[in-house]
């Protein structure tokens, strides 16, 4: 299994440039998440979804959108690319459900994203 | 305010010399604590979820225990390949039922030969 995958690894924008990161799991789960990573910032989450179609804000939404159309992906984004949102982005999965050990998260190897 | 303060920030020791990383946390009711690893330009790796107080998991030379406010990350006798970012996050019980969690910043390891 490849887990979790992120594509494109690094990626240069110009300001106002739009681009979509694309983010694969195969374990079958059923929670995706986007969290970017800043330097003294820790993760922060972006969107995420509990399942095929659905999709919710999570604490830095805007500037990007999500779309859900198939369980095992996830994709994020950026309308118009901002300065601000230079930073890494790491999608992660979970395999939902109330249980314990349901909710561990499984993290992508993270994508690059300069906005010049 | 933080849901979540990880303490110190950044922690150097010496190959062999033990220490706990701290993550200290408010929430209205703990659904679950998780600790993981991140390497320099790779994801968090999952090592432990602790569920209730008095909870200890062990790998290796990690050792993570969890009180009702506080979850510490015991490192015993560590070495270079130790050295990681170690992140803690919460799961609150009353964040509704899609279960988000709230991550700490990270403690940055560096374990000197």
């Known amino acids: 299994n490849a887990g979790v995958t992120q594509t494109p690894k690094f990626r240069v924008l110009k300001t106002g440039q739009s681009m979509t990161l694309l983010c694969a799991q195969d374990m079958n789960h059923e929670y995706m998440y986007w969290y970017r990573q800043d330097p003294g910032m820790g993760l922060r989450l972006i969107h995420y979804?509990?399942?095929?179609?659905?999709?919710a804000k999570g604490e830095v939404p805007d500037g990007y959108n999500v779309s859900r159309l198939k369980k095992q992906n996830f994709l994020l984004g950026l309308e118009s690319a901002a300065p601000s949102q230079t930073s890494v982005y790491f999608c992660?999965?979970?395999?939902?459900?109330?249980?314990?050990?349901?909710?561990?998260?499984?993290f992508g190897p993270g994508t690059r994203l300069l906005v010049l | 305010e933080d849901q979540v303060t990880q303490s110190p920030e950044a922690l150097r020791l010496q190959e062999g010399e033990s220490s706990s990383l701290n993550c200290s946390y408010t929430?209205?009711?703990?659904?679950?604590l998780f600790w993981y690893r991140q390497d320099p330009g790779k994801g968090p790796e999952f090592l432990f979820t602790l569920y209730s107080a008095g909870e200890e998991k062990e790998k290796e030379r990690l050792k993570a225990t969890l009180t009702k406010k506080e979850s510490f990350l015991h490192i015993t006798a560590p070495k270079p390949e130790d050295s990681a970012t170690y992140l803690c996050a919460v799961k609150d019980r009353e964040s509704g039922g899609s279960y988000i969690p709230t991550f700490g910043r990270g403690t940055s390891l560096i374990v000197h030969p």
């Open positions: 929430v209205s009711g703990l659904r679950g």
């Open positions: 992660a999965s979970s395999p939902g459900g109330r249980g314990r050990y349901q909710e561990t998260q499984y």
């Open positions: 979804s509990v399942g095929e179609g659905t999709t």
